[in-house]
């Protein structure tokens, strides 16, 4: 059996580091009104801590069809049952969105014994893997280079780790208009734009990260025409399985909703954009280049954004295969759970914040017209 837990302040906490952290109250109220979502994928027999019962319950009996079997326990309610025995601990398996120190201690706090939780300095490396640096340092470069090789002028992307203002101004003199972003952040609070010279704001910004974290990393800006993503798991014995495409939508570099449809639907849109042959490569390369890479390091989730660029003088649109790496599960991962049948209609998932709470809404459209989906999204 397992253990399911939502913690949607993830990204806060790996940003944090090993400074006290106190989760903001956007996460809190997150985590109230959505710890349901792994009932989503979860299999009969399995556990998902949820912040209060009754409320998780009644949101769980929307989506029709889901959670059948799992249960919804709160920290006391868990506590109660390892302690008398009615769970062995040592006998449950853990997932939660993503692996933080945070999570492992409110898990030890409800009686998880500590023998079946990761050892700190396992965090430690996701936390490091799960950084910008890593990504520009270990993984970028290599996949850019492969993919090219296989598909020439196909494939774009770069990314500098600057480690002092000096570094930042060199390199601004030669790239102009770029993105500079936090080694780690949430919800794309962590970039910011520069055209050939930083404001007073966002160099300030700059040197404040660079002091605190250590680092930035900059990138050059890349003329956005479709956001997309591949979605992974890495299994016990380190291999990468690619599990499908995520079609999704931003707004403000905040992440706005899913499509949900099948794998040769995603496909089929994605495909008046690039070839087919193409995507299969990417998600190929990437599988092989991270088994390599995690193995003994990260078991779990993963999710890659990549986006579809138009650059002046390529007569095709070319492909950033990874502008994220997301050591964790997506929305990616919860719209794959979500994902109808060839005979069901295709969906639109929403996370939206209404009425003072927030909600997974599913539309349903009724004329299956792909392009007019993600127009709404």
Request: charged share 20%; with cysteine; proline share 4%.
């Amino acid at each position: 059996m397992t253990l399911h837990i939502f913690n949607p302040d993830h990204d806060l906490v790996l940003a944090a580091g090993s400074d006290h952290f106190t989760a903001p109250k956007a996460a809190r109220d997150l985590y109230a009104d959505l710890g349901f979502l792994p009932a989503l994928w979860a299999q009969e027999g399995d556990f998902v801590l949820v912040a209060e019962m009754e409320s998780a319950r009644e949101r769980l009996r929307h989506i029709k069809g889901r959670g059948k079997g799992v249960e919804l326990v709160d920290r006391e309610t868990m506590k109660r049952m390892l302690t008398n025995g009615t769970i062995n601990s040592k006998e449950l398996s853990i997932a939660p969105w993503g692996w933080d120190r945070n999570v492992k201690e409110l898990l030890m706090g409800v009686g998880v014994s500590e023998a079946i939780l990761p050892a700190m300095e396992w965090l430690e490396d996701v936390r490091n893997v799960s950084s910008r640096q890593w990504v520009s340092d270990n993984l970028l470069p290599t996949l850019v280079s492969q993919l090219n090789s296989l598909h020439p002028a196909r494939f774009v992307g770069a990314s500098f780790v600057v480690k002092s203002m000096a570094e930042l101004r060199v390199l601004l003199q030669t790239h102009g208009q770029v993105v500079v972003k936090a080694p780690w952040s949430s919800s794309g609070r962590g970039i910011r734009y520069i055209d050939n010279t930083p404001d007073p704001s966002t160099e300030g910004w700059c040197g404040n990260m660079i002091e605190k974290q250590g680092c930035i990393t900059l990138e050059p800006y890349y003329n956005k025409v479709r956001d997309f993503g591949m979605e992974f798991d890495v299994d016990d014995d380190g291999c990468v399985n690619y599990l499908g495409l995520s079609i999704f939508k931003t707004s403000k570099r905040t992440y706005t909703g899913s499509l949900l449809a099948t794998e040769e639907t995603k496909t089929e849109y994605l495909s008046q954009y690039v070839d087919v042959s193409i995507l299969k490569t990417i998600s190929e390369t990437i599988a092989k280049t991270l088994s390599g890479l995690l193995t003994n390091r990260y078991v779990g989730p993963l999710g890659i954004d990549m986006m579809l660029v138009n650059v002046e003088g390529e007569p095709n649109l070319m492909v950033h295969p990874c502008v994220e790496l997301n050591l964790r599960r997506t929305m990616g991962h919860v719209a794959l759970s979500l994902s109808p049948s060839a005979a069901e209609p295709q969906q639109l998932m929403n996370i939206n914040h209404t009425k003072g709470a927030y909600h997974l809404r599913l539309h349903t459209l009724s004329d299956g017209l792909l392009n007019t989906s993600l127009a709404r999204l």
